[in-house]
């Protein structure tokens, strides 16, 4: 995992962590599903889509808001760093 991956990955988890609608305690599980788990419902997935953009600067299309991208911190991670590649690109 590159250090840009590292930092995308804790703030993504700093952020569900602070914002999440349930009470989650300790950590959240780079693996732990969010939308099985309640972490993310879907006004926290419209939210986290603004973080997303604003923190890192990119633009998340409608079809790209999916269970897929957004199933855990590790997809969102991926998605995040691929998406900050092609705008690096």
């Known amino acids: 995992m590159s ?3 590292m930092d995308v990955q804790k703030i993504l988890a700093a952020y569900l ?3 999440s609608s349930v ?3 300790g950590e959240i599980s780079p693996d732990e599903n969010l939308l099985d788990g309640g972490i993310l419902d879907s006004l ?3 939210e986290l889509t603004e973080f997303i953009e604003k923190e890192f600067g ?3 299309d ?3 808001v ?3 991208n957004y199933r855990s911190v590790q ?3 991926q998605f995040c760093t691929s998406k900050i590649a092609e705008r690096t690109a």
Do not use: F, M, P, R
Request: avoid cysteine; hydrophobic fraction near 40%; glycine fraction near 4%.
């Open 3 to 5: 250090v840009q991956t």
């Open 17 to 19: 962590l602070e914002n």
């Open 23 to 25: 009470v989650v305690s």
């Open 44 to 46: 926290g997935i419209a």
């Open 58 to 60: 990119i633009e998340v």
């Open 62 to 64: 409608e079809d790209e």
């Open 66 to 68: 999916s269970a897929k």
């Open 75 to 77: 997809t969102l991670t």
